[in-house]
């Protein structure tokens, strides 16, 4: 077989949507997977929808998320030459023609929900009406002429064969009156002329392929293979799925990496979404386990359900995995902003390594440390330590000399103090620690016990809010 050769085609829109990553993904892995050619090709001939830095998040998502394009990219806007020419070629085949209709009497044909399409008025027009009308320089647009009869269809890798009736097919405008081509026709001869062997898209355009079929027919090109993919969906409130939208929750890559979500885990995530690995039950994928394992054979056609909860299961395995240095990189940061100068951010930071599923929860999380919540002295009774309000309140009078007075204010020692008081005051060390983490923590559950608490809280706060604690058990 001749070598693969995969593409991404995204159109500059300055974000880069989930569902686009993973059409990207699953290009790139098809290509890669068959040691093919992958190409990054921006789609930029809408002049309408430009925006400003769109392509740099384009090329910033392929390089954080591991997607390596060969060569460089291909920018359509500056290939319009060629479009032109080859849609000359066309005309001069007679597979397409100027069309010189005035937008007045293109609305004309629309009926009042505004839906009509274009009943190939210039189909036919004398060569010398045409000649005449470009000498004059009227407007135009060129069109790609349709068969008025018979089907045509193409088999789809993932949905199967795919056809429609000819008679429904409008003659599409491959070049717009601005000299633009439409992503309708441009794409078709990029892909031909950058040697595209799979097409791989979403699959939006399955019903529109047989028409850029029809081109690659009218150039006597070959048919690429398409392979088009399942659209990516969210889960509304009422339980029904529907397209992947702002509603679910962040849809872009970038989003999600602003919420401390990590690449590779969004990668492996979505890698997941509408792929399943043959002959195993893995879960966890680094780039180059997909390439090697990935496979067409294992793309489904069934709609995949984007599950926030799922990421972040993904997310917080990819977090507890992440060597330490990394992990207090991206937490510390966010742990400076958020707390005063005395907390110990360094082991609070551990203290959250294994109980984070992102980053974006850090300040829910840690708010007992950036506030004191309210007391509910409810808290103290705890049936396995067999603690009371009355005896944490005994426990905490007698335990905050000891540690006013304790030299070093490490885990270890702060530890030690309070066993031996246990031990010397004939209490259980479970209860001193139920009492102390809560005086300390002031809620239900927190992250870490009672002396690494203290530890993160530094003496100056953890002596006050044992004070505040005894005051508030009176
Ligand atoms: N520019 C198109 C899009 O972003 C590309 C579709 C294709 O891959 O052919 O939807």
Redesign the pocket.
């Known amino acids: 077989m001749a070598d693969i050769v995969t593409r991404f085609?995204?159109?500059p829109t300055g974000f880069m949507h989930i569902g686009?990553l993973r059409?990207a993904l699953y290009s790139y892995l098809v290509s890669k997977s068959q040691g093919g050619k992958f190409i990054l090709r921006i789609?930029d001939t809408d002049q309408v929808r430009l925006v400003e830095g769109a392509v740099d998040v384009i090329l910033d998502t392929l390089k954080v998320t591991g997607i390596e394009y060969d060569g460089e990219p291909y920018i359509q806007s500056e290939r319009l030459d060629i479009y032109k020419e080859y849609a000359q070629k066309l005309i001069d085949s007679g597979n397409a023609y100027y069309c010189f209709c005035t937008p007045e009497r293109l609305e004309s044909l629309k009926n009042d929900k505004g839906i009509g399409g274009y009943d190939g008025h210039c189909r036919n027009l004398p060569p010398d009406e045409i000649a005449k009308n470009l000498a004059e320089g009227k407007p135009y647009v060129i069109r790609q002429k349709m068969p008025d009869t018979g089907t045509t269809s193409y088999d789809d890798v993932v949905y199967g064969k795919v056809e429609i009736d000819n008679s429904e097919l409008r003659d599409q405008i491959m070049i717009k009156a601005d000299g633009f081509p439409t992503?309708n026709f441009c794409?078709v001869v990029d892909d031909y002329l950058m040697g595209v062997t799979h097409?791989v898209?979403?699959n939006e355009?399955l019903t529109s392929t047989p028409k850029y079929c029809l081109l690659y027919d009218a150039f006597g090109w070959e048919r690429p293979t398409y392979v088009h993919l399942p659209l990516l969906m969210g889960k509304d409130e009422n339980g029904n799925i529907s397209k992947l939208a702002k509603r679910h929750g962040a849809v872009s890559f970038q989003d999600l990496v602003r919420d401390g979500y990590l690449p590779e885990a969004i990668v492996n995530y979505i890698a997941l979404l509408g792929w399943c690995p043959k002959n195993t039950n893995q879960e966890f994928f680094t780039m180059d386990e997909l390439k090697t394992e990935f496979s067409i054979e294992g793309l489904s056609k069934s709609p995949a359900v984007f599950d926030y909860e799922k990421l972040k299961w993904f997310n917080s395995e990819y977090i507890k995995k992440m060597p330490v240095d990394q992990y207090q990189q991206k937490a510390l940061p966010v742990l400076d902003e958020l707390c005063a100068d005395y907390i110990n951010k360094t082991k609070l930071a551990e203290l959250l390594h294994t109980r984070i599923s992102y980053f974006g929860e850090i300040p829910e999380q840690i708010q007992f440390v950036t506030t004191r919540p309210p007391m509910s002295t409810d808290l103290y009774t705890n049936k396995k330590n067999k603690t009371t309000p009355e005896i944490c309140r005994e426990i905490l009078t007698e335990v905050l000399p000891l540690l006013e007075s304790a030299e070093d204010w490490s885990n270890d020692t702060l530890f030690a103090v309070l066993k031996e008081y246990a031990v010397s005051h004939g209490k259980k060390a479970g209860a001193v620690m139920w009492a102390v983490r809560i005086a300390i923590g002031r809620q239900a559950v927190t992250p870490g016990g009672a002396t690494e608490l203290m530890e993160v809280f530094g003496k100056g706060e953890s002596i006050e809010r044992l004070k505040l604690a005894i005051s508030e058990l009176v």
């Open positions: 085609a995204p159109s686009n059409t789609e992503y794409h097409v898209r979403g355009y």
